[in-house]
């Protein structure tokens, strides 16, 4: 009880556990590996010379700039709209919306990219349509290129951009709309003078986080792309597997990791525009008197006439509204079809009873079912993910619980760096983060074990823990705590009678994205696994790159009903803990 105390007047002495596993699996090798880079220890800059010094590597990594800004930039023309219109939209749509947009984003990454091969390949849905309907005479060439990629990478981070998105749009006080009307502004100037600034923040998170996971993509420009389409990410693997030049490894991925820290640096940093307000103009410190005057002059007149067309408009109805709405309506439903049909095709055709996947099916069958549960190598799969998720969500839970709780209690300067510290590992790119933590676990003898790739797992699956479980203590109300405590309830029973029941629907909320990370992580475990251990995505991506098994499709479908399980969990926790976090406060 005594220690209890002690930690509890130093609030971080609660974040030590989840910052140890994130120093000794992540920032420790992350250090060295950064100081193989520099050619320690004679510190010379001969990696990154001969790395740069090859015209293929550093078209490789304009080419991954460039594929990264275009995603992003797709992503954001798709996204704002889409989340202006979810957050115009009632109440109810609203939710129904929020959820749908929810659902591919908890779908597996492989799942996605592997709809998308069925969907563009030659003999896929989209050209097998267009030849018998007449359109073509031969099948069009959609996948292995570029085309192919953007919309591969886009159909996974839509849903990454459009969530910021909707979390600023919704705190905006539509209020200041309305004000705007009735000030005589038309609608586009409302929205573009009150509305999109105000939503800028969540603008600049979105594309943020966009295009630094655009950077360190590697599966979906692999089973998509062309050889035209490599990616540094595929660079980095490639080396690994072939050469192993850890010096020129080490400064490609500090190469990309340089990039991502500038974008996080410099666009994470408050761009309101405040200064620009500040102080007079050029113009002004020039401009006469008499000048000043007439300007004055010109602006009653415009005034006036600003006031005449108010006074007209202000109880005029707008034309056009109708078809604004509906062609609102028609964008919805296209990005919708776009982000959850691919999934819905992979479970319709999971059922095909054919020799090949074909949609929609002739027959109906379980075949693929059957191939996939009665063959031990993907049932093997299967349950060793379960065993590694299970074992990542319980530590993950621990730990980024106690390191949410201490945070929250820690001064707000020590917080913020301490949580971008911990949240680093899903920030950075997936492919750098990987390769340091694999250089780590060989210089630990870890590589090819269950307990490497549970650590390997866990960094972030802790970072996830602790943003959900932080946000759940936003709204905590932590009088609460000071009643129980002045009620003569100890530091522990007051934590486990008051805060814990309270805050209970966002440590499972954070266990199950632990168990979701853990159970679709591929990139990071194919480095740890040491083809010795194969999880179910390992497995899928195998087989994915060697044969197009039609038994994904089953996997697929199970693993795309998966999230809707995640969901309804989530819910029923919500909804059972509500009533007595209620109760509670109402005492």
């Not at 991954?64 to 275009?70: A, K, L, N, P």
């Not at 979810?86 to 929020?98: D, F, N, Q, V």
């Not at 990987?434 to 060989?442: H, L, N, Q, R, S």
Request: glycine share 8%; with cysteine.
């Amino acid at each position: 009880m005594d220690i209890l105390r002690t930690v509890l007047r130093n609030p971080l002495g609660l974040a030590v556990p989840a910052l140890t596993i994130l120093i000794v699996v992540f920032g420790l090798p992350t250090i060295f590996f950064f100081f193989v880079s520099l050619n320690a220890p004679e510190y010379s800059l001969s990696n990154y010379q001969a790395f740069l010094s090859r015209g293929a590597n550093v078209w490789i990594l304009i080419q991954t700039i460039e594929v990264s800004v275009f995603a992003t930039l797709i992503c954001l023309a798709l996204g704002y709209p889409t989340a202006y219109l979810i957050t115009a939209a009632p109440k109810r749509a609203r939710i129904a919306l929020t959820v749908l947009i929810f659902l591919p984003w908890l779908t597996s990454g492989l799942v996605r990219t592997y709809a998308w091969i069925v969907l563009l390949g030659d003999n896929g849905l989209i050209n097998r349509t267009l030849l018998d309907l007449g359109l073509i005479s031969g099948p069009l060439p959609l996948i292995y290129g570029r085309l192919a990629v953007y919309v591969g990478m886009v159909h996974i981070m839509l849903p990454v951009m459009i969530l910021p998105l909707l979390s600023v749009m919704q705190g905006i006080d539509k209020s200041l709309m309305a004000a705007a009307r009735s000030m005589g502004a038309r609608p586009f100037a409302a929205f573009w003078r009150v509305f999109l600034p105000l939503s800028l923040p969540g603008v600049r998170s979105g594309t943020l986080l966009v295009f630094v996971i655009c950077l360190g993509f590697y599966i979906t420009p692999q089973a998509l792309g062309g050889l035209r389409d490599v990616m540094l990410s595929t660079f980095i693997a490639t080396q690994i597997e072939t050469s192993f030049n850890v010096g020129v490894i080490a400064a490609a991925a500090f190469i990309l990791l340089a990039i991502a820290v500038v974008m996080l640096s410099v666009f994470g940093l408050d761009l309101s525009g405040k200064q620009v307000h500040q102080g007079q103009s050029p113009g002004e410190r020039w401009t006469g008197r008499v000048f000043r005057a007439s300007i004055r002059s010109i602006k009653r007149v415009g005034d006036r006439f600003r006031a005449a067309r108010w006074a007209r408009e202000l109880y005029h109805r707008e034309g056009g509204s109708n078809w604004s709405g509906l062609a609102g309506s028609v964008f919805l439903f296209v990005v919708m079809t776009f982000l959850l049909l691919p999934g819905i095709l992979v479970v319709a055709m999971s059922f095909s009873g054919g020799a090949y996947l074909e949609f929609p099916p002739s027959t109906l069958s379980l075949q693929w079912y059957r191939s996939f549960f009665g063959d031990p190598s993907w049932t093997g799969a299967l349950w060793t993910s379960v065993q590694i998720g299970l074992i990542v969500a319980v530590l993950s839970t621990i730990v980024g619980t106690l390191a949410a709780y201490g945070l929250d209690r820690a001064p707000p300067r020590i917080r913020s760096s301490v949580t971008m510290c911990l949240i680093a590992p899903i920030t950075f790119p997936a492919i750098v983060v990987g390769v340091a933590i694999y250089f780590g676990m060989v210089k630990i003898g870890l590589v090819g074990t269950v307990t490497g790739i549970v650590l390997t797992q866990s960094v972030g699956a802790i970072a996830y823990a602790v943003v959900i479980v932080s946000a759940t203590l936003a709204n905590f109300d932590r009088r609460l705590e000071r009643a129980a405590l002045s009620m003569r309830a100890g530091p522990f029973q007051t934590f486990l009678r008051v805060t814990l029941p309270l805050i209970r629907p966002g440590i499972i909320g954070g266990a199950l994205f632990a168990f979701i990370h853990s159970f679709d992580e591929v990139v990071q475990t194919s480095l740890v696994s040491g083809f010795s251990i194969r999880t179910l995505p390992l497995k899928m991506w195998e087989n994915m790159r060697n044969e197009l098994d039609p038994t994904i499709a089953a996997v697929g479908s199970l693993l795309t009903l998966l999230p809707i399980l995640w969901l309804v969990a989530l819910y029923v926790t919500w909804w059972r803990a509500r009533p007595k976090g209620s109760h509670v406060m109402a005492q």
